[in-house]
């Protein structure tokens, strides 16, 4: 594959209507081509929305092939999505440990306490 | 089976928990993957020695339930001792204002207590009674009357006409940014600014490791719809926590 490749498929290529080894050759091109990527990232810039509105998406693994592979050529070709990729995973991670030890699980206040182990005291009808 | 009442199924692939009333049934796939901080939480759990001795932790669990049925004082307050603080967390990140919390801890305590003849063994106690405590608060939330909440729109990315994001920036290593427990108050403040909705779905998934389904079941809303709460919620936590992150230019 090369450049004159990718301008005869253009259409198809963004269009993802290549057979499969097609796209990912040419995809493989435009990754290592100056000039391809600067064609084929205006086209790309017009899914930024898409691609942000899919991440949830994307990083579960649930989106088609093709859906895919289109997001992660985006990705590789906008800065300002790959950041916000980042910022989004970084966003995620931080949220899971911010709950992590030592910093809560604090003890129960001794009146809580008291009232829950009082529990077994009630009479059955009461329980 | 009664109002409140827990019983325990288990299935080829992944332990469930059902609590009634209302459709909440709880399977959780993830927990029978192998991993590191879920292994090592049953093992805390399950292996305190005063309890055990040599026993393992499903026995050892059974051994703490059998002295529960029987009114063991003692087996009460080492319950409420060794999974009281967890819940309380867990109940805190949901319902944020602690009176609240607290009164939902103790619902658990007591749905738990009242459920203890189901309780098999097949999934820990401490797994077990920590879906109770989940589950508390999320009740409470369904049963009060619900207010107009802020509008998360302002939180989330925004876009030109043609689609181009706007004011996207790159953000700093947050190790590099403050000590890892500042990052954690700076985070469990967003957490608690999110509106409620949005917040229960990112509590549930990315905190409490729920699948989709399971989160769904306990809030009453379609899986689509956590989907979409999940990633609106995380956009609007990006932006709340991003001003303490951005890289510094210049």
């Known amino acids: 594959m090369n450049c004159q490749t990718l301008r005869q498929k253009l259409a198809e290529y963004v269009g993802e209507m290549l057979p499969a080894a097609d796209r990912d050759a040419l995809s493989a091109h435009i990754l290592g081509c100056t000039e391809c990527t600067a064609l084929v990232k205006p086209l790309r810039d017009l899914a930024c929305r898409e691609v942000i509105d899919s991440l949830a998406d994307y990083l579960d693994g649930t989106m088609s092939g093709a859906d895919s592979r289109s997001l992660a050529l985006h990705l590789e070709l906008c800065t300002e999505c790959e950041d916000y990729l980042d910022a989004y995973q970084q966003t995620i991670r931080l949220a899971k440990t911010s709950s992590e030890p030592p910093c809560l699980d604090p003890p129960l206040p001794d009146a809580l306490v008291r009232t829950v182990l009082a529990w077994r005291n009630r009479p059955p009808e009461a329980r | ?250």
């Open chain 2, 1 to 250: 089976m009664a109002p409140g009442a827990v019983q325990e199924t288990r299935t080829a692939k992944s332990r469930e928990l059902q609590i009634d009333p209302g459709h909440l049934s709880m399977p959780n796939p993830r927990r029978d993957l192998v991993e590191p901080a879920e292994v090592a939480y049953d093992a805390a759990m399950d292996s305190d020695p005063s309890e055990l001795g040599a026993l393992s932790p499903a026995n050892g669990d059974m051994s703490l339930v059998e002295r529960l049925r029987r009114g063991d004082e003692a087996a009460f307050a080492s319950l409420v001792e060794q999974f009281g603080p967890r819940m309380l967390a867990a109940t805190r990140r949901i319902l944020v204002q602690e009176e609240e919390a607290q009164d939902a801890v103790q619902e658990a305590f007591f749905q738990a207590f009242r459920a203890l003849g189901q309780f098999s063994g097949q999934s820990s106690l401490g797994t077990w009674i920590h879906r109770i405590a989940i589950n508390a608060p999320l009740m409470r939330l369904r049963s009060k009357k619900r207010r107009p909440e802020t509008s998360i729109e302002d939180l989330l990315p925004k876009f030109d006409g043609g689609g181009h994001q706007i004011d996207a920036q790159s953000w700093a290593d947050p190790e590099s940014v403050c000590s890892a427990e500042e990052m954690k108050r700076i985070v469990r403040r967003g957490i608690e600014e999110l509106p409620e909705s949005f917040r229960t779905v990112l509590v549930l998934r990315d905190i409490e490791e729920l699948d989709t389904e399971e989160t769904a079941q306990l809030i009453g809303i379609t899986s689509n719809a956590v989907k979409v709460r999940l990633h609106r919620a995380r956009q609007a936590l990006k932006t709340l926590i991003e001003p303490y992150l951005l890289e510094k230019r210049g």
